[in-house]
């Protein structure tokens, strides 16, 4: 008999090779096409790129260009900044959670998930109004809020595993509150801090509505010009090799904090 | 313990602000002003908000797109669930959760240019279709990390109990594990409708001229500048979503 359960997987696998990897892998193919000539009666898609020719000139575009070098940096500045302070702010909300008691730990949970259920634009709307004009501020601002509440969940989803009779047992035997937390809370909570971190990297450095709405040009980030590329100057070919060149950073990013992850664990 | 007052006063800031964004919104959204200054209680965007027949085309389609993606994805998804919980495999459930972490920008983009090779092949425009397949190929990932959480807490004995007093497979999922499940499924159906009916990233790209989505109209408005329609559409969105959150726990309670 084969087993029914196989049979199970295959819708999820089929729209998974259609709709996610058969994609991909499209990009990787998209960034090693010569550039379309962007005007003229050919076929709808040959205008953006030419089949069947092979150039590795979008790439080396984007790696060599000063332009498209700040670019890349500015957003890591970006996403650097947004993580450390999403993580400050994530563990604080987390940690109160963790230490309240069951009845208010649903209402502070609610309540860190609340925001979520709004649309992204419609929460970027809001910050916009606090700040009235736009800036680095409104931007690092923006992506924190809209990430803390993914990172503070998280957070507190490990924390909830540390049983709090080990900080009771370090105080007994002497330790100050803070060396408790430091010695004990802080190393167990570890691999939620590390996995926070990994989203909020990931989605802070290839954030788009939050830059392009609280920014100036010079807040863009790569998701931004990518944007541009596709919509205004058809540049298909420029577009996926910015999105390859991200792609290929975000992984070597999260493989590399992977590795850290397991030598602190 | 000067310090840890500290703490709660920076804590009680920071939920203060992850709210202040949509109250503002709310709030403005009864100003007789266009812009952002008091000056009276008015309607006047609801008005412009009902009296506009594309944003309500815009949100009709929203809507089909959304539940449509809806019923696909939870059903698809919670189906691959079971599956991966009966015949776990790291590798198959690592690569299903691949698209959660690719950015968004990058699966809009790789979608359209799928799309676009296809349409070479096979005589068909961008459109609602489109919009409803890209949706449910991202929300299935959402599906299947909720649904698989519930699953870790579940007893496989219990179905091979029921195997063994002479259900057959589809019964013993039917009668032990389904049941068992259904918090778990209709969490995962609310997050996939919130993810479809909010995305505009990808929606943005795989869209055509008949499949304006609601986040597409918002996005365009705000782009033309401060406009209290859209925060009259944002109060109505927030206040859906908050009734939708309410009438799904009261179903899970009773």
């Known amino acids: ?265 | 313990m000067k310090q840890s007052r500290f703490l709660g006063l920076f804590a009680a800031l920071v939920y203060a602000f992850l709210h202040v964004p949509l109250l503002l919104l709310c709030a403005f959204s009864f100003n007789s002003s266009k812009f952002t200054v008091w000056e009276g209680f008015s309607l006047e965007w609801y008005r412009q908000m009902f009296a506009d027949t594309q944003l309500a085309e815009a949100a009709w389609n929203s809507l089909v797109i959304a539940l449509a993606s809806t019923v696909l994805s939870t059903i698809i998804g919670t189906l691959c669930a079971y599956g991966l919980w009966k015949r776990g495999s790291k590798w198959l459930s690592g690569s299903l959760y691949l698209s959660l972490v690719t950015p968004e920008i990058v699966t809009g983009i790789s979608m359209l240019a799928f799309f676009q090779w296809v349409f070479r092949y096979w005589q068909v425009q961008l459109g609602m279709h489109t919009v409803i397949l890209a949706h449910v190929a991202f929300s299935i990932a959402y599906v299947l990390l909720v649904v698989m959480a519930r699953l870790r807490t579940a007893e496989p004995a219990l179905e091979e109990a029921a195997l063994d007093l002479g259900a057959n497979e589809w019964q013993a999922f039917k009668l032990v594990t389904l049941p068992m499940l259904k918090p778990g499924i209709a969490a995962a159906a609310l997050l996939a409708f919130t993810v479809s009916f909010d995305d505009y990233v990808i929606t943005a790209m795989v869209a055509g001229v008949d499949s304006e989505t609601l986040p597409m109209v918002l996005y365009a408005m705000a782009r033309r500048g401060a406009n209290p329609v859209v925060s009259a559409i944002s109060t109505v969105i927030f206040l859906g979503f908050g009734a939708l959150i309410l009438i799904s726990d009261r179903m899970q309670k009773a």
Not at chain 1, 46 to 53: E, H, I, R
Not at chain 1, 116 to 133: E, H, R
Not at chain 1, 203 to 222: D, I, M, Q, R
């Open chain 1, 1 to 265: 008999m084969t087993r029914p359960w196989r049979l199970l997987l295959l819708p999820s696998l089929f729209l998974w090779l259609a709709g996610v990897l058969t994609p991909l892998v499209f990009v990787l193919r998209m960034s090693l096409y010569a550039h379309g000539e962007g005007s003229g009666e050919k076929h709808f898609d040959a205008l953006f790129y030419q089949p069947g020719t092979w150039s590795l000139q979008s790439i080396l575009t984007v790696l060599t260009e000063p332009f498209y070098q700040r670019l890349f940096a500015f957003t890591a500045l970006l996403a650097l900044t947004v993580t450390t302070l999403t993580l400050l702010c994530g563990y604080l909300l987390g940690y109160l959670v963790y230490r309240a008691t069951p009845k208010r730990k649903i209402l502070l949970i609610l309540l860190i998930a609340l925001p979520k259920f709004t649309n992204i634009l419609v929460f970027v709307f809001g910050v916009k109004m606090i700040f009235g004009a736009n800036g680095f501020f409104p931007v690092v601002a923006g992506e924190v809020l809209l990430l803390v509440p993914y990172a503070a969940l998280t957070i507190a989803a490990t924390l909830e595993t540390v049983p709090y009779h080990l900080v009771e047992a370090a105080r007994g035997l002497g330790a100050s509150p803070a060396a408790a937390f430091w010695r004990v809370t802080f190393p167990l909570s570890m691999p939620g801090v590390a996995a926070a971190a990994i989203l909020t990297i990931l989605w802070s450095a290839s954030g788009f509505l939050g830059p392009y709405l609280l920014g100036e040009p010079v807040h863009y980030t790569v998701a931004v010009e990518v944007e541009r590329q596709v919509r205004q100057n058809l540049n298909w070919t420029l577009a996926a090799a910015l999105n390859v060149v991200l792609i290929a950073l975000l992984a070597g990013g999260a493989y590399t904090m992977s590795l850290l992850r397991r030598r602190l664990a």
